[in-house]
T-cell receptor
């Protein structure tokens, strides 16, 4: 158990809908990262927040957004969902940056 | 550019050593990682090596880094059935933000 929690574990929704994925980092970790894992693209970095501020951005679509709250939990919002957004979404957290600890993931299925 | 390459499959007999190889392109990478993903689970940080090191040993795991050839390897001694998983090689160009992952090597243990 890495200490990073993610909810929900599974999510099934229809195209065009909007969903919110939630992540609670390890106690004391200020950085939160979001990654997408799909069969064709592999593991892709989406975005990083540090203590409430956006720190780095990767291959995140404009339909996706994230935020980190004062209690350091983070949410990833996915809107206008398409079939191709079906994937595993991982959250990771770190205190020192180079050691990222991953949550169990949220499996999103868009039908 | 940033790219990490690794072979997709490796089969090893139980009790033998497994060697998983990886090449990366970003010569400025400060940290290089090995993550393990078991079926239906998140990513577990196995070990990492700082770019000014050549080797790191941690129990049954040995990481070798050839910075000149941008080649990283993970050796698992005395491979057990519990080592069956997908192993991801990854690099972090700056060490404090995104991690770039390879596609993963699926390690299969033969009885």
């Amino acid at each position: 158990d890495s200490g990073v929690t993610q909810t929900p574990k599974h999510l099934i929704t229809a195209t065009g809908q909007r969903v919110t994925l939630r992540c609670s980092p390890r106690s004391g970790d200020l950085s939160v990262y979001w990654y997408q894992q799909s069969l064709d693209q592999g593991l892709q970095f989406l975005i990083q927040y540090y203590n409430g501020e956006e720190r780095a951005k990767g291959n995140i679509l404009e339909r996706f957004s994230a935020q980190q709250f004062p209690d350091l939990h983070s949410e990833l919002n996915l809107s206008s969902l398409e079939l191709g957004d079906s994937a595993l979404y991982f959250c990771a957290s770190s205190v020192q940056g180079h050691e990222q600890y991953f949550g169990p993931g949220t499996r999103l299925t868009v039908t | 550019g940033e790219d990490v390459e690794q072979s997709l499959f490796l089969s090893v007999r139980e009790g033998d050593s497994s060697v998983i190889n990886c090449t990366y392109t970003d010569s400025s990478s400060t940290y290089l990682y090995w993550y393990k993903q078991e079926p239906g689970a998140g990513l577990q940080l196995l070990t990492y090596i700082f770019s000014n090191m050549d080797m790191k040993q941690d129990q049954r795991l040995t990481v070798l880094l050839n910075k000149k050839d941008k080649h990283l390897s993970l050796r698992i001694a005395d491979t057990q059935t519990g080592d069956s998983a997908i192993y991801f090689c990854a690099e972090s160009p700056r060490g404090d933000d995104k991690i770039i992952f390879g596609k993963g090597t699926r390690l299969h243990i033969l009885p």
